[in-house]
């Protein structure tokens, strides 16, 4: 099923159920295209239409990927060597071959943290990435994309302002609306591996039985069921609004083809990688392109046939971090079986090749322009190995990096020390980089945003936009 709920205005009206629900039943909490909040620019750039972020769930270590530290001990170094890129002076570790020929167009910032141990853990830790808001607060804040939905809606009128690719992930149901309406909660597309040619977002359609005319015979009783009613008030308005939108939602046949992956070239599939993961990256540019306002990619490759011993392929490599095929199976470790050594395509070689080909492609078609990209985890891996071969969670100092939207690639932002433990230079939060996303796509942080109660809520108001971006 969808992943919307019920908004209470459709709840009130409940004559819908004299037939158009059944062809809506799988659109209940269909957000508004726009909230009655405004932006505003002045100083507020808005350089960014819109924003996709590829979730790297997990804790990627970023001492084997954006951050190489050449100089630690050997028991406790990455065996994979530094690697020049295509911006003299910048060097990403040799598991992001592909990627570093598109570092020109990435701003790396090697300098995040979390400030406390609160979000040391997955759930808290992807709960505060979506958010960029420390989890445990006397509010819950709800996901960067349920607040862009909210205050700017979507220009696309086919399809939600939220989505998440294929938001089954292990921690997705960290997803949060907070203080806003449920209706705003992502759009999870679901989906167990995207490379199936098979593969289809389940319920995009009108229900069996229910043909396009039937469809639309129904909606005119609701119409004609309106005669006679008080003036519309809010919660009518925003019922008359869900409805048109859900119509246009299941009837109009860019719908489909958004969600289509078999309307690619051969070409494109590969630039992207034929897995699980490049198909999920490809997904995420087809949503980009058609419109929607926030995407996030969430991905970690399926169980096949493939990857034996691969049940549960993030990035918390407690053990065997370095090694060539399956953690294990077994939990007699450190908690990190199920899952594959970074190095292994599974892991970081279908990782760097569909992040490789997103840039490449994205480039070429103009979206970057105007998309800003995000490559995010929620924490990064200790500096030193554990006995069982592994690295552990570590909030003290991990990568990400951006893309897009006119940010000035080719640079590296901030640092850690030479382990990798602890940022010396530039440190920089969740809540930094929230702001970062809310005034690229314009929105005024120094107005709030009201929970229902009224009570004012100002955005990622602890955080400082990263002005090396600008």
Known sequence: ???????????????????????????????????????????????????????????????????????????????????????????????LKKTARHADKLAVVRSMHHKTNVANGHPQGTQYALSGEMPGGPLEMPDIGSVVAHTLGSPCRYLPPYIMVPG????????????????????????????????????????????????????????????????????VKAMASFTAQAENLLTNPKTRDAFDLQRETDAIKDLYGRGHRGQCYLLGRKLIESGVRFVTVDVREPLTDKTPGGFNMNWDHHDLIYTNGSCGTVRDKAGGEGRYGIGTWPMMGSTDHALAG??????????????????????????????????????????????????????????????????????LTPEDYAATIYEFLGLDREKPIYTPEDRPVFLAKTGEVIKELI
């Open 1 to 95: 099923m969808l992943h919307w709920q019920t908004p209470l205005a459709l709840r009130r009206r409940s004559f819908i159920g004299l037939g158009l629900m059944g062809g809506l039943s799988a659109l209940a909490g269909f957000p508004a295209l726009a909230s009655t909040n405004t932006t505003k620019r002045g100083g507020h750039f808005g350089r960014a239409k819109n924003v996709l972020v590829l979730l790297e769930q997990g804790g990627l270590s970023h001492m084997d990927t954006w951050d190489p530290k050449p100089e630690v001990v050997a028991e406790h170094r990455s065996p994979y060597k530094p690697i020049a890129t295509n911006v003299p002076g910048i060097q990403f570790t040799e598991l």
């Open 168 to 235: 089954n992930h292990e921690q997705a149901a960290m997803t949060r609306t907070g203080f806003l309406p449920a209706g705003l909660a992502p759009f999870k597309t679901t989906g167990r591996d995207l490379s199936d040619p098979a593969w289809r977002v389940p319920n995009l359609s009108l229900l069996a039985g229910i043909d396009e005319r039937r469809f639309r015979d129904r909606r005119d009783l609701l119409s004609n069921l309106n005669i006679g009613l008080p003036p519309a008030g809010t919660g």
């Open 358 to 427: 997103l840039l490449e492609d994205m480039h070429q078609r103009g979206l970057l322009k105007e998309t800003l990209v995000c490559f995010v985890t929620e924490f990064g891996r200790t500096p030193h190995l554990n006995k069982f071969a592994g690295r552990d969670h570590w909030v003290n100092a991990y990568s990400i990096a951006f893309a897009g939207a006119g940010i000035p690639g080719g640079q590296v932002i901030g640092a850690s020390d030479k382990e990798g433990g602890y940022v010396v230079d530039r440190p």
